[in-house]
C-alpha cells in the first residue's frame, strides 16, 4: 500500500492551500474531484506516480473524516523526514521524536505504508553491502506493529540466506575440490559483509553467530588449499564480527593458528640462521633461542616415551552436537546440554568396576536435583554466548478437544509427572532455551516436573549404582571449570541408547495452561525386545493432547 500525503494532493487539487480540517471544503473539493473522475475516459486520477480509482478516492476521504486518522496525518505532515520517505522510499535523517510513534493504534495505521519501504530499503542495502545506510534506517523507530515487523524480518532473514547460501555452497566445493571456484564468494566474506552484518539489530545476532562459523570454516577451507593469505584475511574480518563469546574465542583459536602456519612456510634455514635480522646480536639470539626450543622437545618426546608404560587406558571422547535446524541451536543452555550428554553417554569399564568392588552408596531421594546448581554456574560463566537467541515461533490455530477429569492437581498444574515402572533408578532432566533442572527418581516412585510456558525438551538418564562424586573424563571445553559430577556406575539394558531416542520436545499453549489444572503422566517401564533382551520405553498414559505441541526432533 503507497502513501498519498492528503495535504498535499488537497492542495494540487484545489489549485491552492485547502484546510484538511474544514469538512466543508473538503467535502466540496470531493465533490468536485469524483465529477472529473466521472468525465475522464480511464475513470483513473493520476496523484504524482500513483493512479486512483474511484473505490480508493472514496476510501482516501472516508479517512480524512475519522478525526484520529486525520491527526496522524498532521503529525506525519510535520515531519519532513518520515512524510519523504512514505512518499519517496528514501531516507534523509532521523524522525522526529515524537511519543506518538510508539502507541498501538499510530503504528496499526502506519505499518502498511511504512514496513513495505522499509523492508525494501534494507534488502537493498544488505545486496549493495550499504552499511550507513543500513546503520541509518535501524537509528529511527521501527514504525510497524508485530504482524508487520515479522513479516519484515522474513523478508530480510531470505535475503540474508542468500548470501549465505553462496558461501556456504563455495565451502563445500573447495573441500571437495581444491581446483573449484571460489573468487565470486570472497565479497560475502569480507570486511564490508561484516559491517553490513553490524549495522543488523540484535534479532539477528543468532545469525551474526552462524555466519561468523561459516566465514571461519570457509577460512578454513581456503588454508587448506594453500591460500593462506586469504584464509587470514576472511579471520581478521571475523575479528570485527559483533558476534558471541564462543565464535570470537573460535576466531583467535584459528587466527593464531593460520598465522603460526603461515610463519612455518617460511624457509626453516632463512628462519634458523636470521634472515631479516640486521643485527648480528639478533641472529645470535634466534640460534640461542632455536637450540633451547630443540632440547624441549627432546624432554618432552622422552617424558611421552617413558609416560607410555603407566598411561591408563584411553576413553574417547564422545561428542554431541545440535543439528542445523534444531529449535535449540545458539541457546545459553545448548553448549552445557552437549557437554553434558557427551559425558552421560560415556560407558567406562571403570565406573562398573567401582561398582563391582566398591562400597554400595546411598541413593538420594526422589526430587533431589543432582545437575542443575552445577550446570546453571557454567551457563552464567558463558559471558553473552546466547544472549542473541530468538525463541522460535510456534503460534497456530488449535482446536481443543473435551477432556474428563483425570490426572488434574491444581498443586502440580503444567506439569510431566514421570512414573518410573523399572528396577532401575531414573534422572529425568528438563531443559528450556536459557534454565535447566533435572530430578532423581528412585525405582517403582514418581515425580512431578514443572513446565515453563516455552520450548522445552526433557531427557531420560537410567541406571543403578548411583554414585554422587564421579566425576566426568572431560571438562566442559567452553568453560573448563565445569566437570560434570555424579553418575549411574552402569547403565540398565539399553540406557544409553533410550537417553539418545526418548527425548521430549514440547511447547505449551500459554492460553489453555492458565485456565487448566492438569498434568501431563508419562511413564518409563520395560518391554519385551525378542525373546532374551527388554529394553526400556517411554509412554504417555492419556491421549490428551490439548494445549502441547510434541516437536519432532531434528
Given amino acids: 500500500m503507497k502513501y498519498l500525503n492528503p495535504f498535499a494532493f488537497l492542495e494540487k487539487m484545489n489549485g491552492g492551500p485547502v484546510a484538511a ?232 583459536r584459528y587466527f593464531q593458528r593460520l598465522e603460526e602456519k603461515a610463519i612455518s612456510r617460511k624457509s626453516l634455514l632463512a628462519r634458523f640462521f636470521g634472515a631479516g635480522y640486521r643485527q648480528k646480536k639478533d641472529r645470535r639470539k634466534l640460534v640461542r633461542d632455536a637450540l633451547l626450543k630443540g632440547g624441549i622437545a627432546i624432554a618432552i618426546i622422552a617424558a611421552i616415551i617413558i609416560g607410555a608404560h603407566f598411561e591408563q587406558a584411553y576413553t574417547p571422547r564422545i561428542n554431541v552436537r545440535e543439528s542445523e535446524n534444531s529449535i535449540f541451536m545458539g541457546a545459553r543452555t545448548s553448549l552445557a546440554m552437549q557437554y553434558l550428554l557427551s559425558q552421560l553417554l560415556m560407558d567406562t569399564e571403570k565406573r562398573a568396576e567401582k561398582l563391582l568392588n566398591g562400597p554400595k552408596l546411598p541413593a538420594p531421594a526422589t526430587g533431589t536435583d543432582p545437575y542443575g546448581a552445577d550446570f546453571m554456574k557454567a551457563v552464567r560463566m558463558q559471558g553473552d554466548y546466547g544472549a542473541g537467541f530468538v525463541r522460535p515461533p510456534f503460534g497456530r490455530a488449535r482446536n481443543w478437544t473435551p477432556e474428563d477429569s483425570s490426572w488434574t492437581d491444581p498443586a502440580h498444574r503444567q506439569s510431566l509427572r514421570v512414573f518410573n515402572r523399572q528396577d532401575g533408578a531414573l534422572i529425568t532432566m528438563v531443559q528450556t532455551p536459557d534454565s535447566f533442572y533435572s530430578c532423581y527418581i528412585a525405582p517403582f516412585d514418581s515425580a512431578f516436573m514443572p513446565l515453563p510456558l516455552s520450548i522445552s525438551r526433557v531427557y531420560f538418564y537410567a541406571g543403578t549404582g548411583w554414585d554422587p562424586e564421579w566425576k566426568a573424563e572431560y571438562a566442559m571445553d ?46 518409563v517401564f520395560l518391554s519385551q525386545k525378542d525373546m532374551l533382551q527388554q529394553q526400556l520405553q517411554l509412554r504417555q498414559l492419556t491421549n490428551n493432547f490439548n494445549g502441547v505441541d510434541l516437536i519432532p526432533m531434528e
Wanted: with cysteine; hydrophobic share 40%.
Fill in 21 to 252: 480540517e474544514d469538512a466543508a471544503a473538503v467535502s466540496l473539493l470531493r465533490k468536485k474531484i469524483m465529477a472529473e473522475l466521472e468525465l475522464s475516459e480511464e475513470k483513473v486520477l493520476r496523484a504524482g506516480t500513483q493512479w486512483l480509482s474511484k473505490n480508493d478516492l472514496l476510501h482516501f476521504f472516508d479517512e480524512l473524516q475519522a478525526p484520529a486518522r486525520l491527526h496522524f496525518y498532521q503529525q506525519i505532515n510535520n515531519d519532513t523526514v518520515l512524510s519523504g520517505f512514505l512518499e519517496t522510499g528514501k531516507l534523509s535523517g532521523l524522525f522526529n521524536d515524537n511519543p506518538l510513534y510508539n502507541t498501538p493504534a499510530f503504528l496499526a495505521f502506519i505499518a502498511p505504508f511504512y514496513e513495505p519501504l522499509f523492508t525494501a530499503a534494507v534488502v537493498n542495502s544488505l545486496k549493495q553491502q550499504q552499511a550507513p545506510l543500513l546503520q541509518q534506517l535501524y537509528a529511527n523507530p521501527l514504525l510497524m506493529d508485530g504482524e508487520h515487523q515479522n513479516r519484515s524480518y522474513d523478508k530480510i532473514f531470505r535475503t540474508l540466506q542468500q548470501s549465505y547460501k553462496i558461501l556456504e555452497d563455495a565451502e563445500a566445493r573447495r573441500r571437495a575440490n581444491p581446483n573449484s571456484r571460489w573468487r565470486e564468494a570472497l565479497p560475502y566474506a569480507g570486511l564490508q559483509q561484516v559491517r553490513v552484518l553490524n549495522a543488523l539489530p540484535d534479532i539477528f545476532q543468532e545469525f551474526r553467530n552462524d555466519y561468523g562459523i561459516l566465514m571461519i570454516n570457509f577460512a578454513l577451507a581456503l588454508d587448506g588449499t594453500r591460500e593462506n593469505k586469504k584464509a587470514l584475511e576472511i579471520l581478521r574480518a571475523v575479528k570485527v564480527l559483533k558476534c558471541g563469546a564462543y565464535v570470537r574465542e573460535q576466531t583467535e
Fill in 478 to 523: 567452553y568453560v573448563p571449570s565445569y566437570r560434570a559430577k555424579g553418575f549411574f556406575l552402569m547403565p540398565l539394558y539399553d540406557a544409553l541408547q533410550f537417553l539418545k531416542t526418548s527425548c521430549l520436545q514440547l511447547n505449551l499453549d500459554s492460553s489453555y495452561w492458565q485456565r487448566s489444572n492438569r498434568y501431563i503422566p508419562v511413564e
